[in-house]
């Protein structure tokens, strides 16, 4: 603080040492106060890194907003027992949804003496800030991030809880092939909708590969890039090469404009099925376009609605007037998992933090995951679920576990 | 040659003694603040040579930034070159892609509006190139191994990527200082100030901002390279969205364009306006953004010259002038 105070005052000696007197004082403040009450509470630092302006900021206040209803409901049960209950202690940075950002907000989570963070709902964003963490042996718990990439560096900090795109495509694929066997292979054609970064073009990739062998040709791919605002050209296009199934892939704002579009076109299709779509799984979208919402599905991050926990978040953001999205239900999770790590570990030293979330076995998280277990960064007990939208609502439909209704497909002619 | 006003000195003093501070006082968030602000003052160098110098608005660095970054990523990563030879292929690379856009710029007679619309359009076709084609990741972009060490031009410690990025700048700053003596420079700022009388003074305008196109090329391209090697990823937006072209000329238009000093001060003030906004309304993210907007729009409201300008008109006051009032009277 002090040093950029100099630069800014240079020329005006004055007011450098008025400047200074002030900085002073508030370093008392805020440097000393804090000492004195570490000592009666102890606190751990979570770093919480999500793109809060920008074009990704929904999600990443969404995200921060899950992570704060977690910290908090940690805090209230008690802390950490395993130290003293003590108590977490947010630090939120803003990653602009720009990646070199994210890397310079790692330097301020790592000086401000976070033990682990949480970040960054995507994965450029991701890759970047883990890889800046990496230099000071810092962990990073992935909410979002689900390129391959994230988790093919070999980096010992890197802790993807939530499922990859190769997970989430082969679970939706999965899927897919039993519906469409169940409902007598309606759909044979396909076209693909992404957005063009690492995401959505990876996608694209593995989709590209993997559906002619479930009988299901191609017509299609178009990407596009975040943010894109007209969908018009794109939705006639899908319209002209009439396929079955519209698999679109995209950021919420993206979706939204793309399912809109494609009723003001009047694109008939069998199925909109989506693969981690982000709006297919968003209760904004199914409020606000109601009509062009109906039977989408989604494979996607989700939580087990049926947990007292998932309900008490419901009710949490339902009050805080914030839309149940999986940003906050992903990050909400994932604090749970660090919480866990912390009691194991006893510590927040970055090390020992490193070294529990490696072994981890936490399975009590609101996510449908099985015991958790981290194989180079990658949470091997995570899966997607399947959402579709009916009415209102979103209900879970696979696993039959899970499932809150029956799923319907093919999708009855929309008019 | 005119002499430094004494503003000039305070100003450049002070960033450079922020500069050299960072040594005395390594703190990581302030070096990782700081190496981004150097390879954007890297990029704004270059912008400042064709728009500062020679009146070429460019609205599209970017497809310079990014050509750099990709093929040093794409020699590294598909080809297996090291990038001590991959970076100076990279720079040419970039250098022959500003040629290219020059010469099909300027042969058409294309200037102002025109000229940054099209640089705009290169940028953005490159972009669409890049998410398209699986040679540069197909939009999942390109992720170069971390492997620390002088040999691929990664380093471990903050201070020496540092000391590499102040190198570069200083690097830029020298060659802007060569061009502002030459003959060229003395041509591309004749073309600024009136291509028409340049031409009828017999300068060969089109080879003078080709050249200076290629020259900026080599110079944007060394930032790519240069951000390659510290954040170790890069895919389409990053290297060829509007924002980094944006960044390239707020630099030498907040510091003073067509100024040595211009693009390294422009773009140090605005990533510390941003920074110091950020710090101000912390619990309110997005705020800092209007702020920083704020702020930038008096700064070109009441600077047109930029900080430089500013600086320039700051001297120390003379005696002499009361005298010789009276005898002119």
Not at chain 1, 328 to 355: N, T
Not at chain 2, 94 to 109: C, D, K, P, T
Request: charged letters at 15%; aromatic letters at 8%; a positive charge.
């Amino acid at each position: 603080m002090t040093s950029r105070d100099e630069n800014w005052t240079t020329s005006a000696i004055s007011r450098r040492n008025l400047l200074k007197a002030g900085a002073a004082s508030t370093a008392v403040g805020l440097i000393g106060a804090p000492t004195v009450l570490r000592a009666q509470t102890p606190t751990v630092k979570i770093g919480i890194l999500e793109p809060l302006t920008g074009a990704l900021s929904y999600n990443g206040t969404q995200a921060r907003a899950g992570a704060q209803f977690a910290i908090d409901a940690i805090n209230a049960a008690g802390g950490i027992k395993s130290m003293g209950g003590a108590k977490l202690e947010p630090v939120v940075a803003d990653a602009q949804s720009r990646p070199e950002v994210a890397a310079a907000e790692v330097d301020k989570l790592a000086q401000a003496g976070v033990s682990v963070f949480i970040g960054c709902q995507a994965s450029a964003l991701g890759l970047a800030s883990s890889q800046a963490a990496a230099r000071y042996n810092l962990a990073q718990v992935f909410d979002v991030g689900t390129a391959e990439q994230v988790v093919e560096r070999g980096l010992k900090n890197v802790f993807r809880f939530t499922p990859g795109v190769n997970k989430c495509t082969s679970t939706a694929l999965e899927n897919l092939k039993t519906l469409n066997a169940n409902a007598g292979n309606p759909v044979k054609t396909a076209a693909i909708v992404h957005e063009d970064g690492p995401f959505g073009s990876g996608l694209a990739k593995l989709l590209n590969e993997r559906l002619p062998g479930m009988g299901i040709q191609v017509v299609e791919t178009i990407s596009h890039p975040t943010p894109q605002r007209d969908f018009t050209n794109i939705a006639l296009r899908v319209k002209a090469a009439k396929p079955d199934m519209i698999i679109p892939s995209n950021y919420i704002n993206e979706y939204t404009l793309f399912a809109m579009a494609l009723r003001q076109q009047r694109v008939e299709t069998k199925a909109i099925y989506s693969i981690l779509g982000g709006g297919a799984s968003n209760i904004k979208f199914v409020r606000e376009q109601n009509d062009a919402a109906q039977y989408v599905m989604d494979c996607n991050h989700w939580y087990d609605p049926r947990k007292p926990e998932s309900q008490a978040l419901a009710k949490k953001a339902a009050e805080a007037k914030l839309d149940m999205t999986y940003d906050i239900m992903v990050a909400y999770a994932c604090i749970q998992l660090i919480a866990d790590s912390l009691e194991r570990a006893k510590s927040g030293d970055r090390e020992k933090m490193i070294e529990a979330l490696a072994s981890s076995t936490y399975s009590g998280s609101i996510m449908p995951y099985g015991p958790t277990k981290f194989v180079n960064g990658n949470n091997e007990g995570a899966q997607p679920v399947n959402t579709q939208i009916r009415g209102d609502k979103i209900e879970l439909v696979f696993p039959k576990e899970y499932a809150t209704a029956e799923a319907v497909f093919p999708m009855p002619p929309r008019g | 040659m005119k002499h430094a006003t004494l503003g000039e000195w305070v100003l450049y003093g002070a960033v450079c003694a922020y500069l050299l501070a960072l040594y005395a006082l390594p703190s990581d968030v302030w070096l990782g603040f700081t190496i981004n602000a150097l390879i954007v003052t890297v990029l704004s160098i270059a912008w400042n040579i064709t728009g500062g110098y020679g009146g070429q608005m460019s609205f599209g660095h970017a497809a310079l930034f990014g050509t750099g970054a990709f093929v040093t990523a794409i020699l590294q990563v598909r080809l297996g070159v090291n990038p001590w030879l991959a970076a100076p292929l990279a720079i040419a690379a970039a250098a022959l892609v500003a040629g290219v856009i020059g010469a099909l710029s300027f042969r058409y007679g294309l200037k102002g509006s025109y000229f940054a619309l099209v640089t705009l359009a290169f940028a953005e076709v490159l972009r669409i190139l890049a998410s398209s084609f699986s040679i540069t990741g197909g939009g999942q972009g390109i992720l170069v191994p971390y492997k620390a060490g002088v040999e691929n031009l990664q380093f471990a410690s903050r201070v020496s990527t540092y000391t590499l990025a102040l190198a570069l700048v200083a690097l830029g700053m020298l060659v802007t200082a060569w061009m502002q003596r030459s003959r060229f420079g003395a041509y591309l700022i004749a073309i600024r100030e009136n291509e028409e009388a340049a031409k009828a003074l017999g300068i060969d305008t089109f080879r003078t901002k080709v050249l200076a196109m290629v020259l900026s090329g080599a110079i944007a391209g060394t930032a790519g390279v240069a951000y390659l090697q510290t954040f170790l990823f890069v895919d389409s937006q990053i290297a060829y969205g509007a924002s980094m072209s944006v960044e390239a000329l707020l630099g030498p238009m907040i510091g003073g364009s067509g100024t040595l000093w211009g693009p390294l001060v422009g773009t140090l003030a605005l990533h510390l306006l941003g920074e110091s906004a950020k710090e101000l309304v912390s619990g309110a993210p997005g705020l800092n953004l209007v702020l920083y907007g704020v702020v930038l729009l008096v700064i070109l409201r009441y600077l047109p010259d930029g900080l430089v300008g500013l600086a320039r008109r700051v001297r120390l006051p003379r005696r002499a002038p009361a005298a010789s009032m009276k005898e002119a009277r």
